[in-house]
């Protein structure tokens, strides 16, 4: 948890300038959805290394890690935005998203060792952790901006110098504190039957999906959820200047939404452990289609825009916590490890091409039709999770009658 405050500053802090920096570095709008979308692929393309690392060696030197090729990451940043570079820019927001990547693992490890009937909830506090640095971190954009003046580094890149140093410090306490492992540990007191080798390869757990409904539609939930709030959120700072918006605004509706995904992380959790996660994900549907429908038609009201963005980090928060909890309920444990990995695969995959053509789409149709584009995605997830509910029912219940206990001498 202490490490979800630091890491969930460190993203922030320096993501609510990535649009404005491209456009400098690259010198046109249309490009200025790439530097988001570089972040989200490369928080897709670190997923599957980190997962096959975490399956040989715990959870730890996994996000130890990724927190250190962030840091890279943000330093190249910064030497782009010095040099003028939009190719070396591209590639440091790369690295930069693998401190996303082990910000969304970390939820994984909160779930190792939660009992079933409580696992959202355990998954949910940890996201719920990273609250304080996400609120502050964009309104830190421009005093860490501010603080480079009258230097060779730019403005704009100026938050990514403090992202670097968030990283390491992140970093070190994993390092140091996440002891003792809690994948391994889980790994300990499993059933003999859980704890072989055989099942935790990439392979097993593309299988373990195909098999399982329900591991095919929190799959789909959480990336269709996470695509649909990239898309959004990357151009919402881009719309707010065109209606004269100044950068201590677009922090404040940066905060207000990223409020909306984490501070209410607990209820989401505490709702899917009591309600079901089928009935979460349907809330999830149901808040980011308004979100969309609010943002979408928001024109000057920066108030219609803030409380769009509200509702598109609150919808965000129910589609990812109740999509991990049912993910992690479906498939066995030996292949949970290389399941997650490949969910945040799939959803950042998703939600690199969608921040793409958010800025195409925003150049050539605006930033209403964007909005109309990011709901239309959220159809066949209600869908399925309308099919997937009455053909194959399930919630914690259900989840707890089928877990195997701990035996008393494995502690």
Known sequence: MAGQVLGGLGVPISIALAPVLATEVSGTEALSGFASTASVIGTALVSLPLAALMNARGRRPGLVLAYGIGAVGAGLVVLAATVKSFPLLLLGMAAFGAASSANLQARFAAADLAAPDHRARAISVVVWASTLGAVLGPNLSAPASRSFAGTSIPETAGPFVWAAVVFVLTGALIAVLLRPDPLLTARSVAAPEEQGREGRSIRAGIAAVRSSPRARLALLTVAVSHTTMVSIMVMTPMDLGHHGAGLELVGLVISGHIAGMFAFSPLMGWLADRLGRFTVIGLA???????????????????????????????????????????????????????????????????????????????????????????????????????????????????????????????
């Open 285 to 411: 549907a149901g808040l980011l289609s308004l979100a969309a429908l609010l943002a979408g038609t928001a024109g000057p009201s920066h108030g219609q825009s803030a409380l769009g963005l509200f509702l598109l980090g609150l919808g965000w928060s129910a589609g990812m916590v109740s999509g991990s909890a049912l993910l992690t309920d479906s498939v066995p444990q030996a292949a949970r490890a290389a399941v997650q990995g490949l969910s945040d695969l799939t959803m950042n995959t998703a939600a690199g091409v969608g921040g793409a053509a958010a800025g195409v789409i925003m150049a050539q149709a605006g930033y209403g039709w964007l909005n109309a584009v990011g709901a239309s995605l959220l159809l066949p997830m209600a869908a399925l999770a309308l099919f997937t509910a009455r053909r194959h029912p399930a919630g914690p219940e259900g989840v707890r009658r089928r877990s195997v206990p701990v035996r008393a001498d494995k502690g």
